[in-house]
């Protein structure tokens, strides 16, 4: 009985030989998004002038507001764009757009706005001829203000019906980034 | 059959064999040998106590048949010494093997569990019980019955356990009480994985179990952590005296899926030491609903255990107890989402997006793997006939991966990577006296919960050690048919924890709570017809690290999850009654009620902000504290029809109520109501060499309310529609040359209806589980 009873004790001790939960581990490797797109930057060249719109959440899903830009364009005017995707928590900043470009049958940009007079359109496509969106092209019209919506889809089904026309509708896959811009054509 | 004592030619012959076996290769031995011991026995049915008549009793080493009569009586004259195994067999009662070891004249009182199959037939039992408690049992045989199922499904059968799922990992939730509300003990061990998610399903096998309980109510307060409410014992039973290897092996097919599964057990109890070893092992494809496959439902399982027990100088019972679960369970790929646009296109799909009409049974991401090891030792001393003092020590360890679609090769890369170590250490001394018993025990149990690094995904769920330390005194008192219980517990949690945070930085935090449980039982044995009790039960439960600490994206619900570092301990008041009442021997009718008010109820509540992220725009949730009520009630009726037929209904009803805000609590099952019709075959079919017994059909039904007090804005979708299922099963016990099958086949919404369930996750995306028609084999020898 005494036995059972210092046996108890002993190992009730035993157990209290660290009260604190240690952290070595995390100064080796630590806990951090490797994969995580902070930053989506949209490139729009017209006539040899670039400007870029940017829209950054810098902490991560949750936290802090994200910022993002205004995109100004002017009427009548065909622009090319030229998407990059950061990992701005990272130093220097990893370009995830060379993920997805590898990934390029695993990966589609659907791109839609309000404006009905501006026309979006690939420019790029992938191994087996469907779009991808890296590279697209912008067609504006009249003078107005509106949104501009961009969706990168992981897994889409790029052959169900519409979806390499640009329409979202059947595609499927999981939204990496669904990012609304305001837009004025001027 | 005949009644009386017959030995056949058959036995003569074997006889002849076995006395020429003994005299080439043991000689001298058995020259002596008087075969005149006579096997005297008694059979009773455990449940009534009654005598039972008219009991086959086959002796496997004489092929000798006997029958009892009106007293349960049987005699088996002229045996020689040595060992022997009886097979009793009767209607409505499972077969039974015993081993007896006859060197002189023996009488043995025996029981046969009636209910076994004829369901859950009430039967007031006295102090049978382990607790004074109400208990709802699920025996051996039902288990094997329903080897392909999970402990949660397994669980389903009881009225008032209904489940949590998300596809194939499924978890129970008893009058509300789910996760870390409900305390699930493996072997008397608190199961220590991971609680928290509604995900995560219990890592245990339940074929390793000779018994599942739940204890309804509240105040079972030996069992640690779970005072909140219901506590669920998964347990083996001790290895009986048997010199010889016996055992049982189980082969099933269901449909649903393809799955198949192989489980064995095997044990022996020589003079030293009793072993027994189970293997369970389980492979099923994509499942599919009425109408369509579910890609990537499908799952595998390895789990074995070994247990050993022996006892020292008859004062010192020892037992040791080793056991894996190992699993892997797909996600259906059409519910892996990025947003909360993906989930809106989601819901508007009458077929998810990904299903494919080919079948397979890979399990691809999303999927989860868990690798669960436990392990016990046990030492009771008995000091003498009427006190004791138990020791128990065990370790956890708990491995849990759940892989997401990524890019570059990252899928096979777990997104969340836990290991937990656990150590539980317990002290328990009872002591009888008179009429009184008083149990005092004094428990430890320390967690260290690890995020493994290399994920690339910040973790939800933060690092962290605790302490628990508690100790509780029972007193109970029986006077004359009145039991009282009174029993006080005390909890000390001490926990430290790291919170890691997008820049990198580390958070610590320390948390340190002190609990107190409290409970009053009083229970009244009317007659053996009729008995009532009412419980009234404190406690307190510390709020979990994930109501704590949680925070981010909790994508596979389309949310951000957020934590309150000020949470206080939830408390509540549980109020239960419950009475149980045979009439006229045809009929039975068993109730109970329960009313549970909570204050500071912690759950999580959907706030009217939305957060703008690069994934798009997330709903916000927040862990909140309220003032709750949950009540139900739990209804069991049954009543005989004629010889060997009768029906049974089950209703359970449950409501939660969010008294802060005057709205409906999530998470609360909707109203279940339960239906069988059985007929059982009163005599044995003897086709050729072939004898079936307890041949028993059963159809079943099963209604699920539609709960109509969630809101849309406390949730992505209203509640489902109401449904209705309809089952059927028929088993037979098989006996042929004196060993024991068993054939069961089962039919699992045989109407194919589709339909939807409130508490399972899938529901957001496509339908639940179509028809499934499985078979199972069990061989016992």
């Given at each position: 009985?005494?036995?059972?009873?210092?046996?108890?004790?002993?190992?009730?001790?035993?157990?209290?030989?660290?009260?604190?939960?240690?952290?070595?581990?995390?100064?080796?490797?630590?806990?951090?998004?490797?994969?995580l797109m902070t930053t989506l930057t949209i490139a729009m060249t017209a006539e040899g002038n670039t400007s870029s719109f940017t829209f950054r959440d810098i902490?991560?899903?949750?936290?802090?507001e994200p910022t993002q830009d205004t995109i100004k364009l002017s009427a009548n005017t065909t622009y090319t764009n030229a998407i990059t995707i950061l990992n701005e928590t990272e130093?220097p900043a990893e370009n995830l757009t060379l993920e997805i470009a590898e990934e390029e049958l695993d990966h589609q940009f659907f791109f839609s706005s309000n404006i009905t007079d501006m026309t979006i359109a690939y420019a790029d496509s992938d191994a087996n001829g469907n779009p991808i969106g890296i590279s697209s092209t912008i067609t504006t019209g009249a003078a107005r203000t509106g949104t501009f919506t961009v969706i990168l889809r992981h897994?889409p089904?790029k052959?169900?019906?519409g979806v390499s026309a640009g329409d979202i509708t059947?595609a499927?896959g999981?939204s990496d980034i669904e990012v609304i811009f305001n837009v004025v054509v001027e | 059959?005949?009644?009386?004592?017959?030995?056949?030619?058959?036995?003569?012959?074997?006889?002849?064999?076995?006395?020429?076996?003994?005299?080439?290769?043991?000689?001298?031995?058995?020259?002596?040998?008087?075969?005149?011991?006579?096997?005297?026995?008694?059979?009773?049915?455990?449940?009534?106590?009654?005598?039972?008549?008219?009991?086959?009793?086959?002796?496997?080493?004489?092929?000798?048949?006997?029958?009892?009569?009106?007293?349960?009586?049987?005699?088996?004259?002229?045996?020689?010494?040595?060992?022997?195994?009886?097979?009793?067999?009767?209607?409505?009662?499972?077969?039974?093997?015993?081993?007896?070891?006859?060197?002189?004249?023996?009488?043995?009182?025996?029981?046969?569990?009636?209910?076994?199959?004829?369901?859950?037939?009430?039967?007031?039992?006295?102090?049978?019980?382990?607790?004074?408690?109400?208990?709802?049992?699920?025996?051996?045989?039902?288990?094997?019955?329903?080897?392909?199922?999970?402990?949660?499904?397994?669980?389903?059968?009881?009225?008032?356990?209904?489940?949590?799922?998300?596809?194939?990992?499924?978890?129970?939730?008893?009058?509300?009480?789910?996760?870390?509300?409900?305390?699930?003990?493996?072997?008397?061990?608190?199961?220590?994985?991971?609680?928290?998610?509604?995900?995560?399903?219990?890592?245990?096998?339940?074929?390793?179990?000779?018994?599942?309980?739940?204890?309804?109510?509240?105040?079972?307060?030996?069992?640690?952590?779970?005072?909140?409410?219901?506590?669920?014992?998964?347990?083996?039973?001790?290895?009986?005296?048997?010199?010889?290897?016996?055992?049982?092996?189980?082969?099933?097919?269901?449909?649903?899926?393809?799955?198949?599964?192989?489980?064995?057990?095997?044990?022996?109890?020589?003079?030293?030491?009793?072993?027994?070893?189970?293997?369970?092992?389980?492979?099923?494809?994509?499942?599919?609903?009425?109408?369509?496959?579910?890609?990537?439902?499908?799952?595998?399982?390895?789990?074995?255990?070994?247990?050993?027990?022996?006892?020292?100088?008859?004062?010192?019972?020892?037992?040791?107890?080793?056991?894996?679960?190992?699993?892997?369970?797909?996600?259906?790929?059409?519910?892996?989402?990025?947003n909360?646009t993906?989930?809106?296109?989601?819901?508007?799909?009458?077929?998810?997006?990904?299903?494919?009409?080919?079948?397979?049974?890979?399990?691809?991401?999303?999927?989860?793997?868990?690798?669960?090891?436990?392990?016990?030792?046990?030492?009771?001393?008995?000091?003498?006939?009427?006190?004791?003092?138990?020791?128990?020590?065990?370790?956890?360890?708990?491995?849990?991966?759940?892989?997401?679609?990524?890019r570059?090769?990252?899928?096979?890369?777990?997104?969340?990577?836990?290991?937990?170590?656990?150590?539980?250490?317990?002290?328990?001394?009872?002591?009888?006296?008179?009429?009184?018993?008083?149990?005092?025990?004094?428990?430890?149990?320390?967690?260290?919960?690890?995020?493994?690094?290399?994920?690339?995904?910040?973790?939800?769920?933060?690092?962290?050690?605790?302490?628990?330390?508690?100790?509780?005194?029972?007193?109970?008192?029986?006077?004359?048919?009145?039991?009282?219980?009174?029993?006080?517990?005390?909890?000390?949690?001490?926990?430290?924890?790291?919170?890691?945070?997008?820049?990198?930085?580390?958070?610590?935090?320390?948390?340190?709570?002190?609990?107190?449980?409290?409970?009053?039982?009083?229970?009244?044995?009317?007659?053996?017809?009729?008995?009532?009790?009412?419980?009234?039960?404190?406690?307190?439960?510390?709020?979990?690290?994930?109501?704590?600490?949680?925070?981010?994206?909790?994508?596979?619900?389309?949310?951000?999850?957020?934590?309150?570092?000020?949470?206080?301990?939830?408390?509540?008041?549980?109020?239960?009654?419950?009475?149980?009442?045979?009439?006229?021997?045809?009929?039975?009718?068993?109730?109970?009620?329960?009313?549970?008010?909570?204050?500071?109820?912690?759950?999580?509540?959907?706030?009217?902000?939305?957060?703008l992220t690069i994934r798009g725009a997330?709903?916000?949730?927040?862990?909140?504290?309220?003032?709750?009520?949950?009540?139900?009630?739990?209804?069991?009726?049954?009543?005989?029809?004629?010889?060997?037929?009768?029906?049974?209904?089950?209703?359970?009803?449950?409501?939660?109520?969010?008294?802060?805000?005057?709205?409906?609590?999530?998470?609360?099952?909707?109203?279940?109501?339960?239906?069988?019709?059985?007929?059982?075959?009163?005599?044995?079919?003897?086709?050729?060499?072939?004898?079936?017994?307890?041949?028993?059909?059963?159809?079943?039904?099963?209604?699920?309310?539609?709960?109509?007090?969630?809101?849309?804005?406390?949730?992505?979708?209203?509640?489902?529609?109401?449904?209705?299922?309809?089952?059927?099963?028929?088993?037979?016990?098989?006996?042929?040359?004196?060993?024991?099958?068993?054939?069961?086949?089962?039919?699992?919404?045989?109407?194919?209806?589709?339909?939807?369930?409130?508490?399972?996750?899938?529901?957001?995306?496509?339908?639940?589980?179509?028809?499934?028609?499985?078979?199972?084999?069990?061989?016992?020898?």
């Open positions: 009985m005494k036995k059972l009873l210092s046996y108890f004790i002993v190992f009730t001790l035993l157990t209290f030989v660290s009260c604190e939960k240690d952290s070595d581990h995390d100064h080796d490797h630590d806990h951090h998004e490797h994969e902490d991560g899903d949750g936290g802090n130093e897994e089904n052959t169900a019906e059947n499927g999981e | 059959m005949q009644v009386g004592k017959v030995i056949s030619k058959l036995s003569l012959m074997w006889w002849l064999n076995k006395i020429i076996f003994v005299l080439i290769f043991i000689p001298g031995v058995v020259w002596a040998q008087n075969c005149n011991k006579n096997l005297k026995g008694y059979i009773f049915d455990t449940g009534t106590g009654k005598p039972l008549e008219a009991v086959a009793v086959f002796v496997k080493e004489t092929n000798a048949y006997y029958a009892t009569d009106s007293k349960g009586f049987f005699i088996s004259n002229g045996l020689c010494p040595g060992h022997y195994h009886f097979i009793l067999s009767h209607v409505g009662c499972a077969p039974k093997m015993l081993h007896v070891s006859v060197f002189s004249d023996t009488v043995l009182n025996i029981t046969m569990d009636h209910s076994v199959h004829l369901m859950h037939s009430v039967t007031v039992k006295g102090h049978h019980n382990q607790s004074n408690h109400k208990e709802e049992h699920i025996h051996e045989s039902e288990i094997i019955d329903q080897a392909k199922e999970t402990l949660a499904e397994v669980l389903e059968s009881l009225n008032g356990v209904s489940l949590i799922k998300n596809g194939g990992a499924a978890k129970p939730i008893v009058h509300g009480m789910y996760g870390n509300r409900l305390s699930i003990l493996n072997n008397g061990i608190p199961q220590a994985g991971q609680q928290w998610g509604n995900d995560h399903a219990p890592e245990i096998d339940p074929l390793s179990a000779n018994q599942i309980t739940v204890i309804k109510g509240s105040g079972a307060l030996e069992h640690f952590g779970g005072n909140m409410g219901s506590i669920i014992l998964v347990e083996p039973q001790k290895i009986k005296i048997e010199p010889h290897i016996h055992g049982k092996s189980t082969y099933f097919f269901e449909s649903n899926g393809r799955g198949h599964g192989l489980h064995a057990k095997v044990q022996q109890h020589t003079k030293a030491i009793g072993w027994r070893l189970g293997i369970t092992a389980k492979k099923r494809g994509d499942q599919n609903s009425a109408n369509y496959f579910l890609n990537n439902t499908g799952s595998d399982e390895l789990n074995y255990f070994v247990q050993l027990q022996n006892v020292y100088k008859d004062k010192w019972y020892n037992s040791i107890y080793f056991s894996a679960f190992n699993s892997t369970i797909g996600v259906l790929r059409g519910a892996h989402i990025g909360l993906d989930l809106r296109d989601a819901f508007s799909r009458e077929v998810p997006f990904f299903t494919e009409p080919n079948y397979s049974y890979g399990i691809e991401a999303p999927k989860q793997r868990v690798n669960h090891y436990l392990t016990k030792l046990r030492t009771k001393r008995v000091i003498d006939s009427l006190s004791s003092i138990t020791l128990t020590a065990a370790f956890q360890l708990n491995q849990r991966n759940e892989f997401d679609v990524r570059v090769g990252r899928t096979e890369i777990p997104a969340m990577s836990l290991r937990q170590y656990s150590f539980y250490n317990d002290l328990k001394y009872q002591k009888r006296w008179r009429e009184n018993q008083l149990k005092f025990g004094i428990q430890l149990n320390v967690l260290d919960n690890t995020n493994l690094p290399g994920t690339g995904i910040l973790p939800l769920i933060p690092d962290y050690l605790s302490y628990q330390s508690a100790s509780y005194f029972i007193v109970n008192k029986t006077h004359g048919k009145h039991l009282l219980e009174a029993g006080l517990r005390y909890d000390y949690m001490y926990r430290s924890i790291l919170v890691f945070n997008a820049d990198r930085s580390i958070d610590r935090y320390l948390d340190l709570f002190g609990n107190y449980s409290a409970s009053a039982l009083w229970k009244y044995n009317a007659s053996d017809k009729s008995q009532i009790s009412a419980g009234f039960a404190y406690a307190m439960r510390p709020p979990g690290v994930n109501e704590l600490y949680s925070f981010g994206l909790h994508q596979g619900v389309s949310g951000i999850e957020e934590g309150d570092i000020n949470l206080d301990p939830e408390s509540s008041f549980k109020g239960t009654f419950s009475w149980e009442q045979r009439f006229f021997e045809s009929f039975y009718l068993s109730s109970f009620f329960y009313a549970q008010p909570f204050s500071n109820y912690i759950y999580l509540q959907p706030q009217e902000e939305i957060r997330f709903p916000v949730f927040k862990y909140q504290q309220i003032k709750a009520l949950i009540y139900g009630s739990d209804w069991v009726t049954g009543l005989d029809l004629f010889e060997g037929a009768n029906i049974e209904c089950k209703y359970s009803y449950i409501q939660g109520w969010d008294q802060t805000n005057d709205l409906g609590l999530v998470f609360i099952p909707a109203n279940r109501w339960q239906g069988s019709l059985n007929y059982e075959l009163a005599s044995t079919l003897q086709l050729g060499q072939f004898t079936f017994s307890n041949l028993r059909l059963q159809l079943n039904g099963t209604y699920v309310a539609k709960k109509d007090d969630i809101l849309l804005v406390q949730d992505f979708s209203l509640p489902p529609d109401a449904y209705y299922l309809l089952g059927a099963k028929f088993t037979t016990d098989i006996e042929l040359e004196g060993n024991l099958w068993r054939i069961v086949l089962d039919g699992d919404n045989l109407l194919n209806t589709s339909y939807r369930d409130y508490l399972n996750r899938l529901r957001y995306f496509s339908d639940d589980l179509g028809r499934n028609i499985s078979l199972g084999i069990i061989f016992e020898f």
